[in-house]
């Protein structure tokens, strides 16, 4: 078999990080999700106090960071300025809040990552903060 590219070791150096990090900066809690390059969950953290609601939101950022090769920041500004509705693309895992980034290995997308439990703004940094941090961790 194959050895994926982000492996689990990878996906946990990047909570890690992020537990570090947000230890540090002492604002809300949040939940991390990492997909595959197919959109399955390939692992998850939340931390503690984190709202129950923002465990699917950050699976459902991930998701659709990795299938639509973008951020879903991007894909809310498509959303908009094409007139689109989320039921355009026939697939009810997709989110448009702000806060999932596609990891791509250069050209190779390899994952997506989901952060949620913080503003929208603050989700958005956060994950694109987190995703610098990849695959270099």
């Given at each position: ?63 659709t960071a990795t299938r639509m090769g973008t951020s879903t920041l991007a894909f809310q500004k498509r959303l908009q300025v094409e007139n689109l509705q989320l039921q355009d693309f026939v697939d009810s895992q997709l989110c448009s809040l ?40």
């Amino acid at each position: 078999m194959k050895t994926p590219i982000l492996t689990a070791q990878h996906c946990q150096a990047l909570g890690r990080w992020l537990t570090q990090y947000t230890k540090k900066d002492k604002l809300n809690p949040v939940c991390l999700a990492i997909t595959n390059p197919e959109g399955a969950l390939q692992y998850f953290l939340r931390q503690d106090h984190a709202p129950l609601r923002t465990i699917a939101i950050a699976q459902a950022k991930a998701y659709t960071a990795t299938r639509m090769g973008t951020s879903t920041l991007a894909f809310q500004k498509r959303l908009q300025v094409e007139n689109l509705q989320l039921q355009d693309f026939v697939d009810s895992q997709l989110c448009s809040l702000p806060g999932g980034i596609p990891l791509y290995l250069d050209t190779l997308l390899i994952g997506g990552l989901g952060i949620s439990g913080r503003s929208l703004k603050e989700d958005h940094a956060l994950a694109s903060l987190l995703s610098s941090k990849s695959p270099t961790i």
